[in-house]
């Protein structure tokens, strides 16, 4: 399956982004959705993710009550919605799929395909 994430821009910190991410194939439903990021200089991390029906979703502590992820599978998309962004949260955010689509999984190598990242920039 091929992912195409959009929406990242320069926000100020406290706004707020959409992040989109379209799926190339059907079932999308067959599949776990995430969001990773990585800054410069540092290694990829978990941001979101979410079961093929929404159902249970998982977060990372430092966008827990700031980011939702959601999705829409009659469209093929998954959605990141970003509020009360900080400098910090300044990144490439990658959308994954996950075959395994029960489980809303934290670890990079769990996933099997991913997106080409799109850049958000959060200025203080």
């Known amino acids: 399956v091929q992912l195409q994430a959009s929406g990242g821009g320069l926000v100020q910190a406290g706004g707020s982004l959409r992040l989109s991410c379209a799926a190339s194939e059907r079932p999308f439903s067959s599949y776990s959705m995430g969001w990773f990021r990585q800054a410069p200089g540092k290694e990829r991390e978990f941001v979101a993710a979410?079961?093929?029906?929404?159902?249970?979703?998982k977060y990372a502590d430092s966008v827990k009550g700031r980011f939702t992820i959601s999705r829409d599978n009659a469209e093929n998309k998954v959605y990141l919605q970003m509020n009360s962004l900080k400098p910090e949260d300044t990144a490439v955010y990658y959308c994954a799929a996950d075959n395994t689509r029960w489980r809303p999984s934290g670890a990079s190598v769990d996933y099997d395909y991913w997106g080409q990242g799109t850049q958000v920039t959060v200025s203080s």
């Open positions: 979410i079961t093929w029906n929404g159902g249970l979703s």
